[in-house]
Nanobody, 110 residues
Framework: VQLVESGGGLVQPGGSLRLSCTAS????????MAWYRQAPGKQRELVAL???????TYADSVKGRFTISRDNAKKMVNLQMNSLKPEDTAVYYC?????WGQGTQVTVSS
């Protein structure tokens, strides 16, 4: 499967962005889909994870602000990001089935 992210960009603090990850093949049988991020000089970290039975896991830093969802019919996993902070600035990567997307830049700045 190949993964392509979209939706990144520049947003002011307090703003919102919605990231999308589109898979080349069906994701129906993929149990775990996730979003990671990597800020300059830092290790890649898990942001949010969603299993096929609906279980979610979020990094403490994004709980209550970010929401992960999946649409099996559209072969997509999305990340709704609200109340964005400058520390959310990073390249965001989609991950599924041992495959990474190319990443999309999110910059939170005034």
């Amino acid at each position: 499967v190949q993964l392509v992210e979209s939706g990144g960009g520049l947003v002011q603090p307090g703003g919102s962005l919605r990231l999308s990850c589109t898979a080349s093949d069906s994701i129906f049988s993929i149990n775990v889909m996730a979003w990671y991020r990597q800020a300059p000089g830092k290790q890649r970290e898990l942001v949010a994870l969603l299993t096929s039975n609906g279980k979610t896991t979020y990094a403490d830093s994004v709980k209550g602000r970010f929401t992960i969802s999946r649409d099996n019919a559209k072969k997509m996993v999305n990340l709704q990001m609200n109340s964005l902070k400058p520390e959310d600035t990073a390249v965001y990567y989609c991950y599924a089935h041992q495959t990474w997307g190319q990443g999309t830049q999110v910059t939170v700045s005034s």
